[in-house]
């Protein structure tokens, strides 16, 4: 059976098909999961270590060097890296992508578990697989109060909201930070201490003592059996109060006769705040293949109803919230697909002049779109920012195959002089399988070698390809089988023909003397190509290189650290400073602060921290660059003591997952780490220098912790007072720690008892502090002078290793500049002599590193790419000189992409070398049209007259098409969408570039090289 008969016979299930698999679309479209981030696992492991307050350096040696050692052993382990500070330490452990990431972590929980209890006692970790829904939460919140205390508002959140939201499916975990726990506070007065006889270690023995719960034992009686609990646990500070002592001259005494027992909190070192308010704030962190809108919509409708249930006083503020970031590129999406099908629809109307025609492109390409996505429904897949972007990118691909068969068939079936118009659609259709079989098949294998593309770059981009793949794929079938039949049936040709058929149009009559004279002077192609080939370099040296596209995600982090040993009460007066600042910038929502905290788990020190700060409606604002700028120069001329640096969240997320995500990483490493600590200032200062580096960024890798009083107890002098050191040291923690000794079950939760000695911490000076009273069993006080003596120890700086060895990471972010120039320079400031001593070498790594991987990965999927197209030529001619015609004239378009990317102000990131890649595949297929119909006439006149019809023959479809997705392209070319476009406008700029400058090649200069081989082959 023929195809004609074929598809006859099979008509009406054709149609069938392909409107229920539309519908099935539809459905799939409203159930499709939505989310920022496809489902990636990256191969990064993070774990968190916490061993107490030992110094840096014996941190590294006792807790974090023997993890690493046992890390390393791990199968597929390929990096280890730690960064060790006092008493903590966090370790990353980088695994080959592809890897099966639910075993890696198998696996470091069990070499850990092995080697813990070797390590000091009390240390703990926890190990999380470096995930986009495990490092930022989906949405986040902040509960203030001017009225309700900061411990009622952590356990409204721990205890209500938290397993409210926890609740819902779909979400991960809520996770709480801020706010304050309640505890008891036993002061005592030291002088009362010595009145009574007594000592601390005796208040504890009486707390410890009088809070217990024993069973003792089980009563048997009337065939039941009882269990006998002694129950005298405390129930409130009044119980507490209530703790009698015995002295020396035996007198019983209640417990606050030696000092006072109240109410207060649990110290920390930390603070949280909201709108410069103190604050609790909740994260709602997402399940990795939960639909993040939907869910965010529940979120919102149960806060919504418990807040109404809560005090007026208490206010709930959103702060962040990931959600606004896909919403605003759906409805980007959205818009890029409707203006530019209607761009599109207009050409088709221009040049047909035939509602009904343009109507058949007006079903089949939304029709495309949705059996797509039922593909990737039927995958797994969800909505997302590559997804999305390959919806709209694919816009202009899947109306290109249907307007150069909708012109086949009206040139065909639309001429007056066919008999039966109707009948003679299937054979026009029939006729342009070849070429349109060609010309799909080199767009689509291009997409074959980003498959096997690794890194960052092929773990978000695969979904962008494959989405694009498919959209391809589901548009050549549509458009051989389904378009025939919808133009059949929606087309009258009895009444409408073809508008251009036997008129020389202007377009045609201008083609055709540029052609012939062309052909007459093909000296001035060759003319045109060095041109093209000059202007192209030009462009190249002068576009920018990124890595990922600029976008305005509507907020950005403001990373900050104070002066090192800064204490908190300090450091929050610094910072309210720039509070100041956000509060009076009119582009500034909101805001919120953390201080010994951080988004993601960063590991922090009291005075280092980050706010979070969120900008109002785009549309009434200027873009997020401009408003960091500006803020950042305020803070620098407002607050100089403050180092801090901006970016916006995304990319800052990604940075964290596979690595460090400044733009800007200097790794610096010696024989003798002893001299990177000055190295590493020297670079600092010379990077700062820069143009393009932000100064106030630069962070020279040196960060000391803050200094320490070393207390050393003489053994000999402890004992002349019958005490032993770790008796006067536990004594003075009671002065300023305190301990707590004890704890009862509260309302919602154990509440400890602290014992601590009046006159501690903030009343107490440096200078004062070998005053301290000890007490000695025989109840005689002396000072801590008579047994201690006191060394000022400065701050050890904390260590980073690599690899087992010691690095020190210079890091700076990058502003009003493109990534590689402005590295190009930073390379050239280290060369500088004596910069780098003997013996120090450097390797640039976050941003730069990935950008330089995915650039050399693009360059090979190119070059696959390239290979490909030749090898489908080499099939569809099997002659050699075409395929080399066509693929020097497309890579020849490839040139163009530098010069629209420069024009455009638009780096040259890896989403415009996917353009790039893709202009390949699309500049071979406008080719194929030419030569598929060239080769059809040959078949009945001259060649070189074949060439010159085929070239008059392909104008007006070629054109169309071109015209029909550049037009398709330009909102997201435009990004008229805001950041929902932003991530794609590269793409499109890229594509447009190539098939302004594919148009004349294919048109005017293909021809004319193709006829200087026939004249050699005479």
Same mark, same amino acid.
Request: hydrophobic share 50%; no cysteine; aromatic share 6%.
């Given at each position: 059976?023929?195809?004609?008969?074929?598809?006859?016979?099979?008509?009406?299930?054709?149609?069938?098909?392909?409107?229920?698999?539309?519908?099935?679309?539809?459905?799939?479209?409203?159930?499709?999961?939505?989310?920022?981030?496809?489902?990636?696992?990256?191969?990064?492991?993070?774990?968190?270590?916490?061993?107490?307050?030992?110094?840096?350096?014996?941190?590294?040696?006792?807790?974090?060097?023997?993890?690493?050692?046992?890390?390393?052993?791990?199968?597929?382990?390929?990096?280890?890296?730690?960064?060790?500070?006092?008493?903590?330490?966090?370790?990353?452990?980088?695994?080959?992508?592809?890897?099966?990431?639910d075993l890696a972590l198998l696996g470091v929980q069990s070499a850990i578990s092995q080697i813990l209890p070797s390590l000091p006692a009390g240390t703990s970790y926890k190990?999380?697989?470096?995930?986009?829904?495990?490092?930022?939460?989906?949405?986040?919140?902040?509960?203030?109060?001017?009225?309700?205390?900061?411990?009622?508002?952590?356990?409204?959140?721990?205890?209500?909201?938290?397993?409210?939201?926890?609740?819902?499916?779909?979400?991960?975990?809520?996770?709480?930070?801020?706010?304050?726990?309640?505890?008891?506070?036993?002061?005592?007065?030291?002088?009362?201490?010595?009145?009574?006889?007594?000592?601390?270690?005796?208040?504890?023995?009486?707390?410890?003592?009088?809070?217990?719960?024993?069973?003792?034992?089980?009563?048997?009686?009337?065939?039941?059996?009882?269990?006998?609990?002694?129950?005298?646990?405390?129930?409130?500070?009044?119980?507490?109060?209530?703790?009698?002592?015995?002295?020396?001259?035996?007198?019983?005494?209640?417990?606050?006769?030696?000092?006072?027992?109240?109410?207060?909190?649990?110290?920390?070192?930390?603070?949280?705040?909201?709108?410069?308010?103190?604050?609790?704030?909740?994260?709602?962190?997402?399940?990795?293949?939960?639909?993040?809108?939907?869910?965010?919509?529940?979120?919102?409708?149960?806060?919504?109803?418990?807040?109404?249930?809560?005090?007026?006083?208490?206010?709930?503020?959103?702060?962040?919230?990931?959600?606004?970031?896909?919403?605003?590129?759906?409805?980007?999406?959205?818009?890029?697909?409707?203006?530019?099908?209607?761009?599109?629809?207009?050409?088709?109307?221009?040049?047909?002049?035939?509602?009904?025609?343009?109507?058949?492109?007006?079903?089949?390409?939304?029709?495309?779109?949705?059996?797509?996505?039922?593909?990737?429904?039927?995958?797994?897949?969800?909505?997302?920012?590559?997804?999305?972007?390959?919806?709209?990118?694919?816009?202009?691909?899947?109306?290109?195959?249907?307007?150069?068969?909708?012109?086949?068939?009206?040139?065909?079936?639309?001429?007056?002089?066919?008999?039966?118009?109707?009948?003679?659609?299937?054979?026009?259709?029939?006729?342009?399988?070849?070429?349109?079989?060609?010309?799909?098949?080199?767009?689509?294998?291009?997409?074959?070698?980003?498959?096997?593309?690794?890194?960052?770059?092929?773990?978000?981009?695969?979904?962008?390809?494959?989405?694009?793949?498919?959209?391809?794929?589901?548009?050549?079938?549509?458009?051989?089988?389904?378009?025939?039949?919808?133009?059949?049936?929606?087309?009258?040709?009895?009444?409408?023909?073809?508008?251009?058929?036997?008129?020389?149009?202007?377009?045609?009559?201008?083609?055709?003397?540029?052609?012939?004279?062309?052909?007459?002077?093909?000296?001035?192609?060759?003319?045109?190509?060095?041109?093209?080939?000059?202007?192209?370099?030009?462009?190249?040296?002068?576009?920018?290189?990124?890595?990922?596209?600029?976008?305005?995600?509507?907020?950005?982090?403001?990373?900050?650290?104070?002066?090192?040993?800064?204490?908190?009460?300090?450091?929050?007066?610094?910072?309210?400073?720039?509070?100041?600042?956000?509060?009076?910038?009119?582009?500034?929502?909101?805001?919120?602060?953390?201080?010994?905290?951080?988004?993601?788990?960063?590991?922090?020190?009291?005075?280092?921290?980050?706010?979070?700060?969120?900008?109002?409606?785009?549309?009434?604002?200027?873009?997020?660059?401009?408003?960091?700028?500006?803020?950042?120069?305020?803070?620098?001329?407002?607050?100089?003591?403050?180092?801090?640096?901006?970016?916006?969240?995304?990319?800052?997320?990604?940075?964290?997952?596979?690595?460090?995500?400044?733009?800007?990483?200097?790794?610096?490493?010696?024989?003798?780490?002893?001299?990177?600590?000055?190295?590493?200032?020297? &670079?600092?200062? /010379?990077? +700062? *220098?820069?143009? !393009?580096?932000? %100064? =106030?960024? $630069?962070?020279?890798? #040196?960060?000391?912790?803050?200094?320490?009083?070393?207390?050393? &107890?003489?053994? /000999?002098? +402890? *004992?002349?007072? !019958?005490?032993? %050191? =770790?008796? $006067?040291?536990?004594? #003075?923690?009671?002065?300023?720690?305190?301990?707590?000794?004890?704890?009862?079950?509260?309302? +919602?939760?154990?509440? !400890?008892?602290?014992?601590?000695?009046?006159?501690?911490?903030?009343?107490?000076?440096?200078?004062?502090?070998?005053?301290?009273?000890?007490?000695?069993?025989?109840?005689?006080?002396?000072?801590?002078?008579?047994?201690?003596?006191?060394?000022?120890?400065?701050?050890?700086?904390?260590?980073?290793?690599?690899?087992?060895?010691?690095?020190?990471?210079?890091?700076?972010?990058?502003?009003?500049?493109?990534?590689?120039?402005?590295?190009?320079?930073?390379?050239?400031?280290?060369?500088?002599?004596?910069?780098?001593?003997?013996?120090?070498?450097?390797?640039?790594?976050?941003?730069?590193?990935?950008?330089?991987?995915?650039?050399?990965g693009m360059l090979e999927v190119f070059a696959a790419a390239l290979v490909a197209e030749i090898i489908l030529l080499l099939f569809l001619y099997e002659r050699f000189i075409?395929?080399?015609?066509?693929?020097?004239?497309?890579?020849?378009?490839?040139?163009?992409?530098?010069?629209?990317?420069?024009?455009?102000?638009?780096?040259?990131?890896?989403?415009?070398?996917?353009?790039?890649?893709?202009?390949?595949?699309?500049?071979?297929?406008?080719?194929?049209?030419?030569?598929?119909?060239?080769?059809?006439?040959?078949?009945?006149?001259?060649?070189?007259?074949?060439?010159?019809?085929?070239?008059?023959?392909?104008?007006?479809?070629?054109?169309?098409?071109?015209?029909?997705?550049?037009?398709?392209?330009?909102?997201?070319?435009?990004?008229?969408?805001?950041?929902?476009?932003?991530?794609?406008?590269?793409?499109?700029?890229?594509?447009?570039?190539?098939?302004?400058?594919?148009?004349?090649?294919?048109?005017?200069?293909?021809?004319?090289?193709?006829?200087?081989?026939?004249?050699?082959?005479?």
């Amino acid at each position: 059976m023929k195809f004609v008969e074929w598809i006859e016979h099979h008509r009406r299930s054709l149609i069938f098909v392909a409107v229920a698999l539309t519908l099935a679309g539809m459905f799939a479209a409203y159930s499709m999961p939505v989310g920022l981030f496809p489902v990636v696992n990256f191969p990064r492991i993070r774990i968190e270590v916490n061993a107490g307050d030992r110094p840096p350096r014996q941190q590294l040696l006792d807790v974090t060097a023997p993890i690493e050692e046992t890390l390393r052993s791990i199968p597929q382990a390929l990096n280890v890296e730690s960064t060790t500070s006092r008493g903590s330490s966090e370790i990353f452990v980088d695994f080959p992508w592809g890897a099966n990431m639910d075993l890696a972590l198998l696996g470091v929980q069990s070499a850990i578990s092995q080697i813990l209890p070797s390590l000091p006692a009390g240390t703990s970790y926890k190990a999380i697989q470096m995930r986009p829904n495990v490092l930022m939460p989906m949405s986040a919140y902040a509960l203030i109060s001017d009225s309700v205390s900061q411990v009622d508002l952590k356990n409204l959140t721990t205890q209500q909201i938290v397993p409210l939201l926890s609740s819902i499916e779909g979400v991960a975990q809520v996770t709480a930070l801020g706010g304050q726990d309640r505890e008891v506070e036993v002061k005592l007065d030291p002088s009362k201490l010595k009145a009574f006889g007594l000592t601390v270690s005796d208040v504890t023995t009486a707390l410890k003592d009088g809070n217990n719960l024993t069973a003792l034992g089980h009563l048997q009686d009337n065939d039941l059996l009882y269990l006998l609990l002694s129950n005298n646990g405390f129930t409130s500070v009044d119980s507490v109060r209530n703790i009698m002592l015995r002295t020396t001259g035996d007198k019983i005494i209640p417990l606050t006769d030696l000092g006072s027992v109240q109410e207060g909190t649990v110290p920390q070192q930390l603070l949280v705040e909201d709108q410069g308010k103190p604050s609790v704030e909740f994260d709602v962190f997402q399940q990795a293949n939960a639909n993040s809108v939907a869910l965010q919509a529940q979120v919102e409708a149960k806060l919504s109803t418990f807040m109404k249930t809560q005090p007026a006083s208490v206010h709930l503020v959103k702060w962040y919230d990931q959600t606004q970031l896909v919403r605003a590129s759906a409805q980007a999406v959205e818009e890029a697909i409707l203006i530019g099908l209607v761009l599109a629809a207009m050409v088709l109307l221009l040049f047909l002049r035939n509602w009904r025609a343009t109507l058949v492109a007006i079903l089949v390409v939304p029709m495309s779109m949705f059996i797509t996505v039922l593909l990737l429904y039927a995958l797994g897949m969800s909505f997302n920012i590559m997804t999305l972007g390959g919806l709209a990118a694919a816009v202009g691909l899947l109306i290109d195959d249907v307007i150069v068969m909708i012109e086949q068939i009206a040139r065909r079936a639309g001429a007056p002089d066919v008999l039966l118009p109707q009948s003679s659609v299937l054979l026009a259709a029939t006729e342009f399988l070849k070429p349109l079989t060609g010309s799909s098949l080199a767009t689509i294998i291009i997409f074959i070698p980003l498959a096997f593309l690794t890194g960052v770059t092929g773990a978000f981009f695969r979904f962008l390809s494959l989405t694009m793949a498919s959209a391809l794929i589901i548009s050549y079938l549509l458009t051989a089988f389904t378009v025939p039949l919808l133009a059949r049936t929606i087309i009258d040709f009895k009444k409408w023909h073809d508008p251009d058929h036997g008129k020389e149009t202007w377009l045609k009559r201008t083609h055709g003397k540029l052609l012939r004279g062309l052909f007459g002077r093909p000296f001035i192609i060759a003319i045109a190509v060095v041109a093209m080939v000059v202007v192209g370099y030009v462009g190249f040296g002068h576009v920018g290189t990124g890595f990922l596209p600029k976008m305005d995600e509507g907020g950005f982090v403001l990373n900050y650290r104070t002066n090192p040993g800064t204490s908190l009460a300090e450091s929050n007066r610094e910072l309210q400073q720039i509070e100041a600042i956000l509060k009076q910038d009119p582009d500034v929502a909101a805001y919120s602060r953390r201080t010994g905290a951080g988004l993601g788990g960063d590991l922090n020190e009291p005075n280092q921290g980050d706010f979070y700060v969120r900008l109002t409606d785009p549309r009434q604002r200027a873009g997020i660059d401009k408003i960091m700028a500006r803020i950042t120069d305020e803070i620098n001329a407002k607050v100089p003591g403050v180092n801090f640096d901006t970016a916006q969240l995304l990319n800052d997320q990604i940075g964290d997952m596979v690595g460090r995500p400044q733009p800007v990483v200097i790794d610096l490493s010696a024989k003798n780490p002893a001299v990177l600590g000055d190295v590493a200032q020297n &670079v600092a200062a /010379a990077i +700062a *220098a820069v143009r !393009g580096v932000d %100064p =106030a960024s $630069v962070n020279n890798g #040196v960060v000391p912790a803050g200094d320490a009083l070393d207390i050393q &107890v003489d053994p /000999a002098a +402890a *004992a002349i007072e !019958g005490l032993t %050191p =770790a008796q $006067v040291q536990a004594q #003075v923690n009671t002065y300023f720690e305190g301990d707590v000794v004890t704890q009862y079950l509260g309302i +919602a939760r154990d509440v !400890g008892v602290r014992v601590q000695m009046m006159g501690s911490q903030t009343d107490l000076r440096r200078s004062e502090l070998l005053n301290i009273p000890i007490t000695t069993p025989d109840g005689h006080v002396f000072p801590l002078s008579t047994v201690a003596k006191i060394n000022f120890v400065a701050g050890q700086p904390q260590l980073t290793r690599k690899n087992l060895a010691q690095i020190v990471e210079v890091t700076a972010e990058i502003s009003g500049r493109d990534l590689g120039s402005t590295i190009n320079d930073i390379k050239q400031a280290l060369q500088k002599p004596n910069l780098l001593p003997a013996g120090v070498t450097y390797t640039l790594g976050g941003q730069y590193q990935q950008q330089q991987i995915a650039f050399t990965g693009m360059l090979e999927v190119f070059a696959a790419a390239l290979v490909a197209e030749i090898i489908l030529l080499l099939f569809l001619y099997e002659r050699f000189i075409l395929p080399i015609i066509i693929i020097a004239s497309s890579v020849l378009s490839t040139g163009a992409v530098f010069v629209g990317l420069w024009l455009t102000g638009i780096e040259l990131n890896i989403t415009a070398m996917m353009g790039m890649v893709m202009i390949l595949g699309i500049a071979t297929e406008m080719a194929i049209f030419y030569v598929s119909e060239y080769q059809e006439m040959e078949k009945h006149m001259p060649p070189r007259e074949a060439l010159y019809e085929a070239a008059l023959n392909r104008l007006r479809p070629i054109a169309m098409s071109t015209v029909a997705m550049i037009l398709a392209l330009l909102p997201l070319a435009l990004a008229i969408g805001g950041a929902g476009d932003q991530m794609q406008q590269p793409l499109a700029v890229a594509i447009i570039a190539g098939i302004i400058v594919q148009l004349p090649i294919v048109l005017l200069a293909m021809p004319v090289l193709i006829g200087l081989t026939l004249r050699k082959a005479r």
